[in-house]
Each structure stands twice: as C-alpha cells, then as structure tokens.
C-alpha cells in the first residue's frame, strides 16, 4: 500500500476463473467506472432531447431545419465521447508530462481569441469562428489547463515523497500558472468562467491539503478583486445590468430581469409531472431567451416538471459522488488534485446554472454540463470524465 491516499489495496479472489483474473489485470474496459460514465451519458442524451425541444421551432436559428440543433448537439457529444476515450488511452501519467504542452495551447487560442481572430457573442470577446457555422471557447479548456498545471506543481514534491503536503513555494507557483489564463479570460470580459475557474482553483487548494492560511486568502482577495473589477468598470454594461437584476428582481423585469423572471415561469408551470416533452407552452412560445444553452434547465422543468429537474440534479449528484471516490482513492496526489478540480468544476457551474434559472444566483452565461447546447463545453466535460477515468485506472481494482 502506497503512503499517499485512503484507498485500500485490494486482491482478486483465489476462487475466481484464470479468465476473469486475467480481464481484471489487462482489460481497460475492467477498469472503468461504468456508473460515472452512463451518468454523463444519460446527462448527455437528456441534454439532447431538451436543447431539441428548445429549438425546433426557431426557425430563426434553425434555418428551416427542426433537427438542426438536434443533430449538432449530437455530433458534440460524439467528439466529446472520442476525446473522453483518447484521454483514458493515453492514461494520467503520460497526460502528467504532456501538460506543459497543453498549458502552452490554451494560452496561444485565448491570446488569438482576444485578437482580431475572435469575434463576439453576448457581449463577450470570447469566440473564434472557425466556419460552417462552427466555433470554439477557448475558455472552456482554460479550465483543464488551469486543474492539470496546478495539479503538477503541487504534487510534484509529495509525490516524490519530499515532503507530505505542497509547500508554501508550490502554491505560489500553482497560483502563478492559475492567474494567466483567468487574466486573459478576464479581458474578454467572461466573469462567468473566471467564477468557475476560481471554484476550480479553491477545490485544488482544499483537495491537495495545502495550508487553511491559502484558502482564505485566496477567499479574501475573491472578494477585494471583485469589488475592485466593479470599481475600476472592468465589466461591461450587460455584466452589471445582469448583476443589478439578482439584487433586485423587480428592477426591470421586461429588460434585464426578463431572462430570470420567464425562466421561473417556466420552471413553476411544470409542476410536479411537467407538461409532456415538446408540450411547454413557454418553450414553444419562445418566451425564454438562450433556452437551448444557458437557461436549458428551464425545459426540464417545465415540460418533465419536478421529476425530470430533479432526474438531472440527481444525475449530475451521481457524477459528483464517483469523482469524489476517484479522488479518495487515487494513488498518488496528483490524481487526487485533478479530480478535486473536477469536482469544484462540475459542481459549481451545475449549481451557478440551475440557481441562475431559479433566481437564486446572478445570470452568467454558464452552459450546465453535459446538457448545454456548445461544442466547446460539451469537449471540456467530456475530456473531464476521461481525466477521472484515467486517475481510477492508476488503482487497484477490486475483485
């Protein structure tokens, strides 16, 4: 039993065949955590159905074609499954010594995004075109770079066995590395991944046991960064019209305020059963804006009603629950970092997108994983998964 992590050793029992031995020893597939995979998967496919049902009608957007959105998400998520399966091929250790490589990249596509190349969506400089109607948000692999360079520099030196948790110097160095990309995604302006990557960045800190005195620092200057960014009109008009809006829900309800006030139409009209897949009257009518990507969970409420929304909440519950047991019982504390990184990804963007439908967290243009219209969200998730994946294989399995 290694020194690091709370996993046990586990042995294949005597009584079993030499086949079975044998698939448990060399097959990947044994390796697998299936339920964490058909969790995604059936978070994926639901994402499907809705982003369909949101859009089928619009033909504004779908250019006469009802499947046209249907069929995209699709071909998405199929990528994302290809890169989930290439991340797990590879495996975390060859992963480990390609991170500078991948840290490099994402730099050089935000650097390109915040040039002439990028284009703009909803007030945000954080696109680049890439034609045929496709695009790609650098942003959003800005998070897997952020986790993976962190997770280098603060598990270098336990895992060599120098010392038991990261030094006060590593830190540093791992907050050095986390402020480029966050920076550049700043300038855009893109607060709604800045917020994820700061959770990402809090979930490594608690996840690799560094100093409480780093948590709160970095909590405290959360803060004073903010109130700095606000004073210094960092942020554009739509930014803080969306900000105003949470404060005060009655503000504007027919302007800013729209998107938060027919969302919670929506979501309340469900009731307890919903009112049949295709059948949302919100929906149809188009009053929700952005349904297909930011306020998809609006769908799920109304046409699957409480049972569907809570089918999703429980699903993405399911993910969270196995990448936390990927973490417990990884080898070594690189693996544990990724997957609390993972961890604090997932869980705050679900709960930032799903509270922004309800009205309990400010509207930030963060897509809800897995279920989300967007290529470049749907690859990070996926590309996540196979992270987790690929950190479970690293340990012994049970028999």
Same mark, same amino acid.
Request: proline letters at 4%.
């Given at each position: ?38 969790? $995604? ?42 890169? +989930? ?18 840290? *490099? ?46 997770? *280098?520099?603060?598990?270098?030196? *336990? ?19 986390? +402020? ?157 970092? *990724? ?17 922004? +439908? ?15 219209? $967007? $290529? ?24």
């Amino acid at each position: 039993m290694t020194s690091y992590g709370s996993y046990r050793q586990l042995r294949l029992s005597p009584q079993r065949s030499g086949v079975s031995k044998a698939l448990a020893k060399d097959s990947p597939l044994w390796r697998l955590d299936w339920i964490l995979l058909l969790a $995604g998967l059936a978070l994926s496919l639901i994402g499907s159905l809705l982003v369909w049902s949101a859009t089928r009608g619009r033909d504004n957007l779908t250019h006469g074609d009802p499947q046209y959105f249907l069929y995209r998400h699709l071909t998405n998520f199929v990528i994302g499954l290809v890169l +989930c399966a290439v991340v797990i091929a590879i495996g975390a250790r060859r992963v480990r010594t390609l991170v500078p490589f991948v840290y *490099v990249g994402v730099i050089l596509l935000l650097m390109a995004t915040l040039s002439p190349i990028g284009s703009t969506v909803n007030g945000a400089h954080s696109w680049i075109q890439l034609g045929g109607g496709f695009s790609v948000q650098p942003a959003e692999f800005a998070k897997v770079a952020i986790l993976l360079a962190m997770a *280098v520099v603060l598990s270098d030196q *336990v895992d060599a066995g120098e010392r038991e948790f990261p030094s006060h110097r590593a830190v540093f160095r791992g907050l050095i590395w986390a +402020c480029l990309p966050m920076g550049l995604v700043l300038l855009m302006p893109d607060a709604g991944s800045v917020m994820v990557m700061s959770a990402v960045v809090l979930g490594i800190l608690l996840g690799s046991g560094a100093a409480n005195r780093w948590v709160l620092g970095i909590l405290a200057l959360g803060v004073s960064g903010s109130i700095a960014i606000w004073k210094l009109g960092l942020l554009s008009q739509y930014q803080i019209d969306r900000f105003a809006a949470f404060a005060n829900p009655q503000l504007d309800p027919n302007g800013v305020g729209y998107n938060t006030a027919q969302a919670r139409i929506a979501i309340g009209s469900g009731g307890l059963t919903g009112k049949g897949l295709f059948h949302g009257t919100q929906t149809i009518g188009q009053f929700v804006p952005e349904q297909q990507t930011d306020f998809v969970f609006t769908v799920a409420g109304e046409e699957l009603g409480f049972v569907g929304a809570l089918a999703i909440i429980s699903l993405v519950g399911v993910i969270l629950w196995r990448a936390c047991r990927i973490a417990r019982q990884a080898t070594d504390l690189y693996g544990t970092i *990724v997957a609390a990184g993972i961890i604090a990804w997932f869980s705050f963007q679900a709960f930032e997108n799903i509270g922004m +439908c309800l009205g309990i967290m400010p509207v930030a243009g963060i897509p809800l994983p897995f279920v989300s219209y $967007g $290529g470049s969200s749907m690859f990070a998730v996926w590309i996540g998964i196979g992270l987790l994946q690929a950190v479970r294989s690293q340990r012994p399995i049970a028999a």
